[in-house]
Every structure is written in C-alpha cells, then in structure tokens.
C-alpha cells in the first residue's frame, strides 16, 4: 500500500504560478506511474496530468498542455506538478494518486491509491 501527502495549495491571482508536490511513503513508488487529478466544486474530478514509473513518458489533459508540468523524482518518492498561467477555471482540489496499470491515463477508475488533496484557488 502507498501512503500519499500533497502540499503546496493556496490561492493566487489568475496568471501566476504554483507548483504542487506528492510525497508518497513506500519501497515501490518506482514501479507506479503517478497522477494528477482535480475535483472543482460541484464537478465530477477530472484527470489532470500522468507521468510513468520512469518519467519518460507525461501526459497531459487539452485543457492543462503547454501550461502545467508533471515531474517526478523516483529517488525522493516525489511527484511535482507545475502549474503556470492559471486560470479562475484551474480552481478545484487537486489530488494525486497512482495509477494502477499503464493503460487509460485519463480514466479515473485506473487510479487506486489517492491522497487527501490539496486546495487551488485561482482568482480573477
């Protein structure tokens, strides 16, 4: 089992910046590929951004690319999500997670272990 802590939430001002982070307890934290998903209020949660267990291959959603970056450090247990040019629609609680088998980067049900989530808000 994979114990899951984001941090790095907080509210700024539409265009700024945030950087999100995952620590994930475990040996086997390498052998996961890692999400980024967001629930926004009153909205179904929705994928965000994946990484695979090497971190050669990410994938974003089309409402998220060329503004938000996932990364991770295998050697920390670390996951990362910058997030740039934030809009008042990025608002949500954003959790990560992993994601169970390689296949379906998108789809919710492919991600097991989750964290508590970590709030956003974007103002305008």
């Known amino acids: 089992q994979v114990q899951l802590v984001e941090s790095g939430g907080g509210t700024v001002q539409a265009g700024g910046s945030l950087r999100l982070s995952c620590a994930a307890s475990g040996r086997t934290f390498s052998s996961y590929g890692m999400g980024w998903l967001r629930q926004a209020p009153g909205k179904e949660r929705e994928f965000v951004a994946a990484?695979?267990?090497?971190?050669?291959?990410?994938y974003y959603s089309n409402s998220v690319k060329g503004r938000f970056t996932i990364s991770r450090d295998n050697a920390k247990n670390t996951v990362c999500l910058q997030m740039n040019s934030l809009k008042p629609g990025d608002t949500a609680v954003y959790y990560c997670?992993?994601?169970?088998?390689?296949?379906?980067?998108?789809?919710?049900?492919?991600?097991?272990?989750w964290g508590r989530g970590t709030r956003v808000t974007v103002s305008s």
């Open positions: 997670a992993t994601h169970r088998s390689g296949q379906g980067w998108s789809t919710i049900s492919e991600y097991n272990y």
């Open positions: 990484i695979s267990p090497s971190g050669i291959s990410t």
